[in-house]
């Protein structure tokens, strides 16, 4: 699992293990207006981000922060990219896991989108946002958690992809996951 040739079926992806986790996952929606607007404005065919810290489900902020079912997103309308790295710590695995079930655990109110923050990026006003509140990305920061190097901060998903992919010493792709025919 040490390089960016691997791809998962989806029952390869319902079946990794905790072990395995957490996985820093990218999603590219193909027939999502609001995704191909974030893509075009990022250059990136990456418009999603979520964490994989549960067997089968994706921490993913939509509306309101909130557990997924990983089939969601495995319905022929999504391409996924894992990411982990081999030098994270385990001890810092499971903080980062505590800290987002931590998250999940708060009132629907405290974890909702930011849709001030999408303004402040399209008008590159990076700090325009509702302080408490995040986009899918933001998540992103608690790779600081498992990475001391990590510096990122209101990241886009391509740029978060980007970052890996400049660490290609210290990161890999997990896996990848296109749709089934």
């Not at 929606?29 to 404005?41: C, D, L």
């Not at 964490?51 to 309308?77: C, R, T």
Request: hydrophobic share 40%.
């Amino acid at each position: 699992m040490k390089n960016d040739r691997i791809y998962f079926t989806k029952e390869e992806v319902l079946n990794i293990t905790q072990d395995q986790l957490p996985l820093a996952v990218l999603s590219r929606n193909y027939y999502s207006n609001f995704a191909a607007e974030i893509s075009r404005f990022d250059r990136s065919v990456w418009n999603h981000f979520m964490w994989m810290i549960h067997p089968g489900k994706f921490v993913s902020q939509d509306w309101v922060l909130h557990e997924v079912p990983a089939e969601n997103y495995m319905k022929g309308e999504h391409q996924l990219k894992f990411w982990s790295s081999v030098n994270w710590r385990e001890e810092d695995r499971r903080s980062l896991v505590r800290n987002l079930e931590d998250e999940l655990s708060e009132p629907w109110w405290k974890n909702r989108y930011d849709v001030l923050q999408l303004l402040g990026i399209k008008f590159h006003i990076r700090g325009l946002q509702i302080p408490w509140m995040r986009i899918c990305s933001d998540w992103g920061d608690r790779l600081k958690i498992v990475d001391r190097d990590f510096i990122g901060c209101h990241l886009t998903p391509g740029e978060i992809n980007r970052w890996f992919e400049g660490r290609a010493n210290l990161g890999y792709v997990a896996g990848r996951y296109y749709p089934e025919d």
